[in-house]
């Protein structure tokens, strides 16, 4: 039976932040009140804001909100500077995407708000690069343990290009180590990249701790993360995936939460109207 206005899983519907990104940039305390207005009740932070452990403390606080989940998204911050943050709002998770190796980041140094030359240079990294990519998780793992954090890998549709006969992801999944080194898995992007989330929850359920819920337009296998080519973002209920079996999955494994995030641009809808269509739509669905 569909049960009316119960969440999936159980668990409040979250949102990680990047989908207001524009919004949060012009107001942040306004934005994080509008967020709550609609019904959210966890978020997940990418990107700081120049604003203090302190203040965004005051400012979840303000607005009825929670944070267990601290993503890296500023290239030009450590995760050093992030996991000291993180500990110190009393988050959980700390998230990295991606781990290029030294020689790739070091093109990008000093550049600000633009992650397309970044993801450009990730599109041809090697399998050595990758390798190190592993190795600079396993090394985050034992980082964030050192502040009391936990760590999570989160995936693009990149990580599902294949060396052999083994993705990127798998490799991630069976070379990290599995005592500190989880996973937040993007279910838009694996979908768009021609996998099935729910697959992964099914061999996978001690490792993927957290899941992000977006949906891209139907259409063939991609693995294009920026340009032309890139799937196109689109709310929950008008593309892909199919969330019912994913989360039937993610019951069965050891899901703590989940994220709704779009992808910008918006161009039928403001990002906070994507989000209260997004949020109805898990909202409807079967808990």
Known sequence: MRSVFANPLGKPIGLQLYTVDAEMQRDFSGTLKNVAQIGIKEVEIAGLYDKSAGEWKAALKNSGLSCRSVHVYDANQSPEEVMSFASELGAKYVVTSLNPPPKITAKIAGIKGDWVPLIKAVEGMTLDDWKMSVAIANQLGEQAAKHGLAYAYHNHNVEFRKFGNTTIFEMLLTSTNPATVKFEMDCGWTSAAGYNPATFLNQYPDRICMLHIKAFQAGPPNLNLVGPK????????????DYE??????????????????????????ALEAVRANYNYLHAMPS
Do not use: D, H, W
């Open 245 to 270: 079996p994913i989360f039937a999955a993610a019951a069965k494994a050891k899901v703590e939460q989940y994220y709704i995030e779009q992808e910008p641009p918006f161009t039928k809808m403001s």
């Open 230 to 241: 890139e799937p196109e973002p689109t709310e929950l209920g008008r593309g892909k995936p």
